[in-house]
């Protein structure tokens, strides 16, 4: 098992951490990650913790003109709710996947029958790891990343579309791209307030 022995290593994951922070796809030119690339942010991604090896988490690249099939997608999923939604709304639906040139799909593959030794929120938690590991990998690569969800991650007609079933979900888009300027640090609260001693 390979271990992390280069102190210096270790500190520059450490400030990746501290230093993330999500980059508005406005900020998002039109490069993408490389397919090697983004192997390697999956191979980071798959690195999170999972009780029991359950492997809940379930990726689904988007990219070109899938982008536009994903669009088409959110502007009827905005009929579904408001079928007289005016066509300026519809229009934004449709553009919104074409914001980032690379698009991930992140969502959890719940198998209930590993519960209640692994239960299902753990699974959940499992996969969610697994995004925020993607996220760390793109920015360590360079790429400017956030995650979306809205009202969109929820529609029956999305989640039908990843081949969801009614126990699994779809924890967010990750949009990834790379930033001409570099996306600024938000200011941070200190962990000290939110954190106490148990003493029993």
Request: with cysteine; hydrophobic share 45%.
């Amino acid at each position: 098992m390979a271990e992390i022995n280069n102190p210096m290593a270790g500190q520059s994951v450490l400030d990746a951490l501290i230093q993330r922070s999500s980059t508005p796809p406005r900020l998002m030119g039109d490069e993408a990650p490389s397919h090697a690339e983004t192997e390697r942010m999956l191979k980071a991604a798959v690195t999170a913790p999972d009780h029991g090896a359950v492997r809940p988490w379930r990726f689904h690249i988007i990219k070109g003109n899938a982008r536009e099939k994903l669009g088409d997608l959110f502007s009827a999923a905005l009929l579904d709710r408001e079928p007289f939604a005016p066509p300026s709304a519809i229009e934004k639906e449709k553009n919104r996947p074409l914001r980032a040139p690379l698009i991930i799909a992140v969502c959890a593959k719940v198998d209930p029958s590993r519960a209640p030794k692994v239960p299902v929120i753990e699974q959940i938690v499992a996969a969610a790891g697994a995004m925020e590991h993607l996220v760390l990998a793109a920015q360590a690569l360079g790429y400017g990343a956030i995650v979306l969800t809205g009202r969109n991650a929820y529609a029956g007609r999305v989640r039908a579309a990843f081949g969801l079933e009614r126990e699994d979900e779809l924890l967010g888009f990750v949009y990834i791209g790379k930033s001409a300027d570099p996306t600024p640090v938000k200011p941070r609260q200190d962990a000290a307030d939110f954190t106490s001693e148990w003493n029993g």
